[in-house]
């Protein structure tokens, strides 16, 4: 059995970690870490684990988190890149939910983030945790950065038109607008997530630039072999709705590119990956299609047969954007079959 640690338990992945992994077959919860809420039960704060999690929140000092195989980070930006060096010492590997391994360009991270990197060093080891990118340096790596919600949904509707060998599309124009639901923000987010002021309303945020962007464009260069550059504008918008994110892709062909047939370009794509479906053409894929599983939908159009290629990508974010996704990974860095303890059906209506 693989024994799990998680620090930042008691947050929205925190409970969606602790919900896939309470049914995972080869799994040993072992510690779960909360500053505030130390000593409570996780079945008091969480009722939806009762019977299933019989633990208690600790502090992160007096955690064994030393004692754990890996050690799930579901906490905010900066704390994992704190405690990785002990834990890597002591042979414990990591999954980091935030982004402190992600940004390969430390000046970058200290841009976007407004701290500076507590371990370059550990940093260039760690392997970006986007399974379908990376599955292979995913199976060695000690240390997981796992890709961020929006970035997750936008690089895998924009892969299949970047690998190929020569641009297919105006790689300086992408557009990739993008929804999200509330949870999205966290449990403990601002003022702006309140009921009053989420529900029954929807707005962008974040377009002169939101610390997804470098993540993005470090992703979908490093598709082209960081062989061509990217030019990508992305509007994230908060909607109405707990869980999910649809993501909205816009590029314009080139004019070599016009023949193909692109729906069979990405089925072909991605024919070896049990997360990602491609629907039939023509379709458009719901949120609630993949509601609480680590399922990703993407439907390819090409409206009129015109230049230009409209791809759309529902996530759920707390799963394949997060927790499914990190555990997805841990499947992979243990050896075992990557849908182990994945297999969950969308819940709807
Ligand atoms: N929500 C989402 O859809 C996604 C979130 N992420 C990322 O995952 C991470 C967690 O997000 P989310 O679960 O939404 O956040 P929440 O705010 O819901 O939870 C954060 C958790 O971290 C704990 N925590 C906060 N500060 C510290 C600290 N300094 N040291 C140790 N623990 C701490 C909190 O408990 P306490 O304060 O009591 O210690 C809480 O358990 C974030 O980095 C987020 O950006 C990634 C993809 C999607
Ligand atoms: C709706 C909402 O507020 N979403 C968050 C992104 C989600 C998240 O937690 O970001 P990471 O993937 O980088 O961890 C935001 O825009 O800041």
Redesign the pocket.
């Known amino acids: 059995m693989i024994k799990v640690g998680i620090v930042g338990g008691s947050g929205y992945t925190g409970v969606e970690l602790l919900r896939i992994l309470s049914a995972h077959p080869e799994v040993r919860l072992t510690t779960i870490t909360a500053r505030g809420d130390n000593g409570t039960k996780v079945a008091d704060m969480f009722p939806s684990l009762r019977g299933i999690v019989d633990l208690a929140f600790v502090a992160p000092e007096e955690s064994n988190l030393k004692d754990c195989d890996v050690v799930f980070f579901a906490t905010p930006h900066g704390v994992a890149m704190s405690h990785a060096k002990e834990l890597l010492d002591a042979g414990v590997k990591i999954i980091d939910?935030?982004?402190d391994f992600r940004l390969k360009d430390t000046a970058e991270f200290e841009k976007w983030y407004g701290m500076p990197h507590a371990c370059p060093d550990i940093l260039s080891e760690a392997v970006y945790g986007l399974v379908e990118v990376n599955r292979e340096a995913i199976k060695k790596a000690r240390v997981v950065g796992l890709a961020?919600?929006?970035p997750t949904s936008v690089q895998l509707g924009f892969a299949p038109l970047l690998t190929q060998g020569k641009a297919l599309v105006n790689e300086s124009a992408l557009i990739a607008d993008c929804k999200?639901g509330?949870s999205?923000?966290?449990r403990r987010?601002a003022v702006g997530t309140l009921f009053p002021e989420s529900s029954d309303n929807f707005h962008a945020y974040?377009v002169k630039g939101?610390?997804?962007l470098p993540e993005i464009v470090q992703g979908l260069k490093a598709l082209t072999g960081n062989t061509r550059d990217i030019g990508l504008t992305f509007v994230?918008h908060?909607t109405p709705m707990i869980r999910g994110i649809h993501s909205t892709l816009y590029a314009t062909l080139t004019p070599e590119a016009r023949d193909i047939d692109f729906q069979a370009l990405y089925e072909n794509h991605y024919r070896n990956d049990p997360f990602v479906d491609v629907m039939p053409a023509g379709s458009h894929p719901e949120t609630r299609s993949v509601r609480a599983s680590n399922y990703l939908r993407i439907a390819v159009h090409r409206p009129g047969n015109s230049d230009t290629l409209v791809i759309l990508v529902v996530e759920d974010?707390l799963v394949k954007?997060?927790a499914g996704q990190g555990v997805q990974s841990m499947n992979l860095m243990f050896g075992l079959d990557e849908t182990t303890g994945l297999k969950q059906v969308p819940v709807l209506p």
């Open positions: 939910l935030a982004a961020g919600c929006y999200s509330v999205g923000a966290g987010a974040g939101h610390r997804h994230p908060l974010n954007g997060a």
